[in-house]
């Protein structure tokens, strides 16, 4: 959650929310899922929050690295 913070693509807020879902509705989800599910993220940030995360520099596509 807070590499999405630092890219700007959700905020304290959004996170804590997440979490709270994670918690008491989805455990087996991830953060970013959950948050990709509510919209928040798109795609794209997920996927260069987990590039960040795993220190992949990317290609063509997180699929290509089996990131999403």
Request: glycine share 8%; charged share 30%.
């Amino acid at each position: 959650g807070d590499i999405l913070v630092t890219l700007g693509a959700a905020t304290q807020s959004d996170i804590i929310e997440a979490r709270r879902v994670q918690r008491q509705e989805e455990p087996d989800k991830r953060i970013g899922e959950i948050l990709l599910g509510m919209g928040v993220i798109s795609d794209d940030d997920l996927c260069r929050a987990l590039s960040l995360q795993r220190d992949i520099v990317l290609g063509s596509s997180c699929k290509e690295h089996e990131l999403l």
